[in-house]
């Protein structure tokens, strides 16, 4: 039975009563105002062909650091906000088997930046498990990396191909986007993070979409990014939510200027846009680095 859910009221009172109700609704939240056409610097070919994932760095401010992926070194790259190479860092006895993402952000040392190195890509889904390396973030001066922690993961439901990574810097729980299923798939490495044995991922949810090659946290971690080839994605993270139950609501399409092959995404430190970089494809004589000035 259907029952009335207000009582025998005049009508101009009920019709009132709708329009309050009305006023109190909350309106959707406004979208993140950045520039449609990016500041772009030429990045001269030879030195990042193959730009995979990029963080700006906090230890050391004007820079930029940017990783490769498979067939190339395991070394960290150091690029000016110009566009310039600086040197690279190689990160000793590491395997470059297919990075596809970094971050730089908080770890098991309380007041320590460290770098995130996502060793996930699995193009024909074949592996069995994965690799994030984490290291406190080196300074210029620093040459190699000989001491990092390894972070090795399984899936729950067999491999996937991933190559976008978000790590939570209140839980310091790690995000894993995959790439290539029907839609993109959350997948969560809770801290602390096993250093010893393999971590089982866990899954947490799915976007509307598929095709992520790159993610980013805001410096404070209240904006997060998602890049396919062809769009950005953006949320706003309340102080009461994680990383999952944010990309759980709808997010807002972002401006974007296509890119021969843009894999690499972060956030300015000092909140004033994002960056983008993709890699080189053969065709093409060169590729920028790009940043999107926030408004």
């Known amino acids: 039975m259907i029952t009335n859910r207000f ?13 309050c109700i ?14 449609p056409v990016p500041v772009s610097e030429r990045i001269d070919p030879g030195f990042i062909d193959e730009a995979s994932g990029i963080a700006d760095s906090k230890a050391n401010p004007g820079y930029l650091w940017v990783e490769q992926d498979s067939g190339n070194p395991n070394d960290i790259i150091l690029l000016s906000y110009a566009g310039q190479f600086i040197k690279k860092i190689n990160i000793r006895s590491a395997v470059n088997r297919d990075w ?27 592996y069995s498990e994965y690799t994030i390396y984490r290291f406190p973030e080196p300074l210029v001066n620093t040459d190699t990396i000989s001491v990092y922690d390894k972070i090795r993961f ?15 810097q209140s839980s310091k729980d790690i995000y894993i986007v995959t790439k290539q299923d029907a839609v993109s798939r959350i997948y969560k490495l809770i801290y602390p ?9 866990v899954y947490s949810g799915s976007l509307s979409f598929n095709g992520v090659v790159s993610a980013a946290s805001s410096v404070e ?32 399409m972002l401006a974007y200027q296509p890119e021969p092959q843009g894999e690499a995404l972060c956030f300015a430190n000092d909140n004033t846009g994002f960056y983008t970089l ?17 408004k």
């Open 193 to 201: 993070q096993n250093t010893g044995a393999i971590n089982m991922a």
């Open 100 to 126: 596809e993402d970094m971050a730089v952000s908080n770890g098991p040392i309380a007041g320590t930046n460290y770098v995130y190195l996502a060793d996930i890509g699995d193009n024909n889904k074949i």
């Open 154 to 168: 399984q899936y729950p439901d067999g491999p996937h191909d991933a190559e976008a990574m978000l790590v939570d």
């Open 278 to 294: 993709s890699e080189r494809p053969s065709v093409v004589s060169s590729v920028n680095l790009n940043f999107y000035e926030r």
């Open 221 to 252: 971690g209240d904006e997060l990014l998602l890049k396919t080839y062809s769009s950005l994605y953006y949320w706003k993270k309340n102080s009461n939510e994680n990383i999952e139950q944010a990309l759980y609501k709808d997010p807002v």
């Open 7 to 19: 009582p025998a009221l005049p009508l101009p009172i009920i019709l009132l009563l709708f329009i």
């Open 22 to 35: 009305g006023c109190h609704k909350k309106s959707p939240a406004d979208p993140a105002e950045f520039a």
